[in-house]
């Protein structure tokens, strides 16, 4: 892959502004035949691509675990919204899982300890015993049930 000294745009600055300028931007290197810029530009956007959506993953990650300790510690956080929202988060991340090849159940797991390590410190600031906790289980944020309690 060309250095990015070499090629005429600043792309990751691009990729930071918006995929519609970027998508545009290739399309005039190809129209230029620009084809070793072209090729560095895809190859760079998708490595871009891949680390943007692992982000999101994880960030939904974090934001389930944060839910989860807040409904299993505070019972203020044991309502009908909140369970619909622990459903939601898990479905979006079942999708993602599913369906796009940028991250992976064994990328989950990596990072899971650092992941949980950040929604316990979050969770925490809303009820303290939260960081006594030890660890969530793939079970628990994925499996266990969380209905309200009535």
Same mark, same amino acid.
């Given at each position: ?20 300028? !970027? ?60 369970? !619909? ?66």
């Amino acid at each position: 892959m060309q250095s990015i000294q070499n090629t005429t745009k600043n792309w990751e600055l691009l990729f930071a502004e918006s995929d519609y300028t !970027v998508i545009t931007e290739i399309l005039k290197l190809t129209k230029e035949k620009k084809f070793d810029e072209l090729e560095y530009a895809l190859e760079s956007y998708l490595n871009y691509i891949k680390k943007r959506e692992e982000r999101e993953i994880l960030w939904k990650l974090r934001d389930l675990m944060m839910l989860i300790l807040l409904w299993k510690f505070s019972d203020q956080y044991r309502d009908k919204e909140n369970s !619909v929202k622990i459903s939601q988060y898990r479905s979006e991340i079942e999708d993602i899982l599913q369906f796009e090849a940028c991250i992976t159940r064994e990328t989950l797991k990596i990072k899971w300890s650092e992941i949980f390590e950040i929604a316990k410190d979050r969770a925490g600031n809303y009820n303290p015993a939260i960081l006594n906790t030890d660890i969530l289980s793939w079970d628990e944020v994925f499996n266990q049930l969380y209905e309200e309690s009535r």
